[in-house]
């Protein structure tokens, strides 16, 4: 009978464990894909509304385009550093890729 319990209790924490992390990874992915088309989206809208619109105004038009696509290259950049800070597994990982090449070049 104590056997049973404890394995149960056992399995009880094992399964809420892995819904806690399968939890902050869906968050975690979640806010990826909300970043990504938080800042991918102002220069779709250009690319499709407004690139027409300012032709004339050469200056003013590289200007928001240099804004606009610098605003979709961030989203990239920053994926490396939400993984960072949100993902244990991720970190995990990452130490060891580094650990293993620097010890490969000594």
Known sequence: MIRTVSIDTKKRLSQ????????????LLLFVTFLFVLLTTPVMIYNVFLRNLLIDRKPLKYILQGILLSMQFTSHA????????????????LNEFLTSSIFKRS
Do not use: D, H
């Open 16 to 27: 809420n464990y892995r819904q806690r992390k399968q939890k902050r990874l869906t968050y």
């Open 78 to 93: 920053i994926n490396f550093f939400v993984y960072c800070y949100g993902a244990s597994i991720f970190r995990y990982e």
